[in-house]
Nanobody, 123 residues
Framework: QVQLVESGGGLVQAGNSLKLSCTASARTFNTYGLAWFRQAPGKEREFVTDVTWSDGKIRYGDSVAGRFITSADNGKNMMFLQMKSLKPEDTAVYYC????????????????WGQGIQVTVSS
C-alpha cells in the first residue's frame, strides 16, 4: 500500500510560481512511476505530468508543457512540481498518483492517489 501526501498548494497571482510536493509513505519500487493530475470544478480530471522510474523520462500534458517542471527522488519517495507562469485556468485540485499499470497519463493506470491539494490562481 502506498499513501501519498501533497503539500505546497495555495493562492497565487497569475504570472507567479508555486511548487507542489508529493511524499509517498512507502517505497514505490513496485510502481512504474508517479504523476500529477488536476481537476477543476465541473471538469474531468486532467493529466499534468508523469515520471517513469525505469528511465527517468518525464512527460507533460499539453496545457502545462513549457511552464511546469517535474522532478523526483525515488530514493526519498518524493516528487515535485514547479509551476511557473501560472494562469487562472490552472486553478484546480492537484492530485499526486502512483502508476501501477503501463499506460501513462490515463487515470485508470494509477492505483494510489493522494487527497489532493487546492491551487488557486487569481487574475
Amino acid at each position: 500500500q502506498v499513501q501519498l501526501v501533497e503539500s505546497g498548494g495555495g493562492l497565487v497571482q497569475a504570472g507567479n510560481s508555486l511548487k507542489l510536493s508529493c511524499t509517498a509513505s512507502a517505497r514505490t519500487f513496485n510502481t512504474y512511476g508517479l504523476a500529477w493530475f488536476r481537476q477543476a470544478p465541473g471538469k474531468e480530471r486532467e493529466f499534468v505530468t508523469d515520471v517513469t522510474w525505469s528511465d527517468g523520462k518525464i512527460r507533460y500534458g499539453d496545457s502545462v508543457a513549457g511552464r511546469f517542471i517535474t522532478s523526483a527522488d525515488n530514493g526519498k519517495n518524493m516528487m515535485f512540481l514547479q509551476m511557473k507562469s501560472l494562469k487562472p485556468e490552472d486553478t484546480a485540485v492537484y492530485y499526486c498518483a502512483a502508476r501501477t499499470h503501463y499506460l501513462i497519463g490515463v487515470a485508470s493506470s494509477y492505483s494510489y492517489w493522494g487527497q489532493g491539494i487546492q491551487v488557486t490562481v487569481s487574475s
